[in-house]
Structures are given as C-alpha cells and as structure tokens.
C-alpha cells in the first residue's frame, strides 16, 4: 500500500473485516489493465461480496461518478458496496446491511 493518506484507514478496515467480519478481502491498486473505478477494498463475507471506498474523514465528497456507479452496481447485483472513511463507519453499515441477509455460519465447513 502507498502513502497516500487514505493507506492508514485501508489497513485500519482490513484489519477489523478480517477479524469482526471473517471472509477473504484485499486492497486493490489501479494499474493499466485493472477496470476504472474498482473500490478499495474487495472481498467475500458468508457468501456476499464486498466493494468499499475508502475515503479519508472529511474528504467524501470526493466520490466520482464512477466510483458511485460500481458501488451501485455491486449492491444491484446482490453484492454489498459503500465508500467508508474509518473502520468503525464499515463495521456499522455492514452490521446494517447483514440484518437483511439469511442467518447462515460464518465460518465455511473444511471439505476434504
């Protein structure tokens, strides 16, 4: 991860999904062949996929237009996508959003 100020408030909401919310996520970097406007932060939570930007406090105005419109198609998609600027702002909008799921274990069986 670079410097940029938002890098502090990445690491702070992985390191409260991976341990409040267990799933598979990463941070994504914009590169020549990534697609323009992919949230911060993806992963997948008791089968649900996760898109989140990350803004730094006082900056989130500074949402693009296609940053909104990924945001907003993950969640038509059945996905769940929001821009966040800490970790205790993540863990409340997810903890809203997963009143609606369907109670399932947390934790996926090993399989042989």
Known sequence: ????????????????????????????????????????????????FIGIEVKCPGKEDTLTKLQKKNLELISLYGGVGFMSISPEDTKSQLKEEMKSWPITSSTPSKKS
């Open 1 to 48: 991860m670079g410097s940029k100020p938002e890098t502090k408030v990445v690491k702070g909401i992985i390191k409260m999904l991976k341990s409040s919310f267990p799933g598979f996520y990463f941070k994504t970097h914009g590169g020549l062949y990534q697609k323009i406007g992919l949230p911060d932060i993806l992963g997948v939570h008791r089968g649900r």
